[in-house]
């Protein structure tokens, strides 16, 4: 079947799509606005196709996180095509820096209400193969996919079948799609953080924060993943996990740290980031749940959840608490991403508690990551209840602000602290 631009009705769904070989992104009209799924549910045959069509369309094209090289970035330099992300990687940070691309700062819980505003033209989503009753699932993604579906006028679905099913909320019937297009790509993996030893004596001292039968939200990077791994030689009772899922929750499972039944799934999670490893334990796994921002992004709801815990990684702490976790010396490297909703999360919970957890000096060792003060701010002073180095924790929670200076000195390198001391007295 040869793909045909489509007709004006395009927004009255088919009750039957086209499954074709010729990736139709030419269907998109002229300044139409692409939203693309992030991370290991990434379309990346389409992202290809955009990078080819772009020229001469004025489009724009969004995303949050995506892994590897991103194959439209050709068009994006060109200035065929305009980018904007709300996560920034290193592929883009030098086209975010020079203005060639867009961030957007924005967290992860708004994400949908942003499309909403900006208008979806086209939805570029990866899913799975449809089952007998015509349904497909978004698999591992689906933090802002189903809400792009939704607002979209086209969707086109990128069928990949190594892609979990995965329950919680993420299936889309194949009428809801203009065309299905085979994949031609592997299914993105993104591959854990190998632990140091500083990643593991940081993980031993969050440890020792945690209250007995925690939900356990963690972010990205060495430390967080070090901290799922120190988990299993805790006796913490049963653990359950909010946010992101990686290779290392399975791990858990396998060893009973992680109830593999109960009320409800033990991991809810808007993004699965891992390898083959994890997609094949989460396929229609019911102890894994995969759900939009709506519900794994809501500080309300996860909030009523006791012994909410938020251990999220930063770039730098300043001596009152506050929180820079997405830029270096003026750079953007990364995003707010979800941090900041599984912070409020933790703040509403009973006996919820609020880590931030990060080596206390740069790799080359010349720059503390402990300082007087930062010019981004990811997370507010008010919302941090400890901050945890190699060298120890401080505790914020009830704290003056000289105290807290006091106390986040005392876990700064100890090459650092004396001049860390003397800006601290020198402060207005």
């Known amino acids: 079947m040869t793909a045909r631009p489509l007709p004006s009705t395009a927004l009255q769904r088919r009750h039957r799509c086209d499954r074709i070989r010729l990736v139709p992104i030419r269907w998109a009209g ?17 992202l290809h196709a955009v990078n080819k069509e772009a020229p001469g369309r004025g489009w724009t094209l969004s995303s949050g996180l995506l892994l ?30 020079d203005g060639i691309a867009g961030f957007v700062p924005a967290r992860a819980s708004r994400v949908a209400a942003l499309l909403e505003a900006h208008r979806v033209d086209v939805a570029l989503v990866r899913i799975t193969p449809p089952d007998r009753h015509g ?13 792009a579906v939704r607002l979209a006028g086209v969707r086109i679905g990128e069928v990949d079948p190594d892609l979990p099913w995965t329950f919680g909320n993420t299936t889309v019937h194949e009428s809801t799609f203009d065309a299905l297009v085979d994949t031609a790509d592997p299914t993105p ?79 809810i999670s808007p993004e699965l980031m891992g390898s083959q ?15 939009p921002s709506s519900t794994a992004h809501n500080a309300a709801v996860l909030g009523r959840t006791a012994r909410f815990v938020s251990v999220n990684t930063a770039i730098e702490v300043d001596l009152s608490g506050q929180v820079n976790s997405e830029v270096i010396r003026g750079r953007q490297i990364s995003g707010v991403g979800g941090s900041l909703d599984f912070v409020d999360a933790a703040s509403r919970s009973a006996g919820g508690l609020r880590v931030i957890a990060l080596p206390s000096v740069t790799p080359d060792g010349s720059r503390s990551r402990i300082v007087r003060s930062i010019g981004t701010v990811t997370i507010p002073r008010s919302m941090v209840d400890a901050v945890v180095t190699e060298h ?5 929670d009830d704290k003056t602000s000289a105290e807290r200076a006091e106390a986040l000195i005392a876990i700064a390198h100890p090459d650092h602290r004396d001049s860390l001391a003397q800006q601290a007295g020198a402060a207005p």
Not at 72 to 85: E, I, K, S
Not at 392 to 396: C, D, K, N, W
């Open 392 to 396: 120890g924790v401080a505790r914020l």
């Open 135 to 147: 349904y497909c699932s978004l698999g591992p993604s689906a933090g802002y996919g189903l809400d």
């Open 30 to 46: 002229d300044d139409a606005h692409l939203v693309a799924t992030p991370g290991c549910g990434a379309p990346t045959t389409l």
């Open 277 to 291: 490893r994890l997609m094949r334990f989460a396929d229609r796994n019911p102890a894994v749940g995969v759900y």
């Open 68 to 97: 590897g090289e991103y194959p439209f970035l050709d068009a994006v330099r060109t200035g065929d095509l305009r980018y904007r992300t709300w996560h920034v990687m290193a592929p883009v940070s030098d086209l975010v820096a």
């Open 189 to 267: 993996q993104y591959a854990s953080a190998k632990p140091s030893s500083v990643s593991s004596r940081i993980a031993g001292f969050v440890l020792g924060l945690l209250p007995t039968n925690p939900t356990l939200q963690i972010g990205i990077g060495a430390i967080p993943e070090a901290v799922v791994n120190a988990l299993a030689h805790g006796d913490l009772g049963e653990i359950r996990f909010a946010g992101m899922a990686t290779d290392e929750m399975v791990d858990l499972f396998e060893c009973g740290v992680i109830p593999a039944d109960g009320d409800g799934p033990a991991i």
